[in-house]
């Protein structure tokens, strides 16, 4: 059985930082690409950042220099370091697992920035 566990989601103010953490089982997690994707409310879920199986990275330009995604294959485990929080960052947020022909969601994680 496959599993994604996001984790680290709160409430922040803005300019505040969050790590979130997404651990996988019932998969070869070394095998996989890795996402961070967010739905806010009211709007269809998008693409953060990407990280492959080989490290490199990509971000959407409403994260990058902020957000930095990162991954242990020893832990199976994803992270997503948040900087600088806005209050349009506010949002669920979700981790995905993608090969070439699967493809895993988690159940989400919600953050909520507000002073």
């Known amino acids: 059985q496959v599993q994604l566990v996001e984790s680290g989601g709160g409430l922040v103010q803005p300019g505040g930082s969050l790590r979130l953490s997404c651990a996988a089982s019932?998969?070869?997690?070394?095998?996989?690409?890795m996402g961070w994707y967010r739905q806010a409310p009211g709007k269809q879920r998008e693409l953060l950042t990407t990280?492959?199986?080989?490290?490199?990275?990509y971000y959407v330009d409403s994260v990058k220099n902020r957000f930095t995604i990162s991954r242990d294959n020893a832990k199976n485990t994803v992270y997503l370091q948040m900087n600088n929080l806005k209050f349009e960052d506010t949002a669920v947020y979700y981790c995905?697992?993608?090969?070439?022909?699967?493809?895993?969601w988690g159940q989400g994680t919600r953050v909520t920035v507000s002073s």
């Open positions: 995905n697992a993608a090969t070439y022909n699967r493809e895993y």
């Open positions: 990280i492959t199986r080989g490290g490199s990275t």
């Open positions: 019932g998969i070869l997690f070394s095998s996989y690409a």
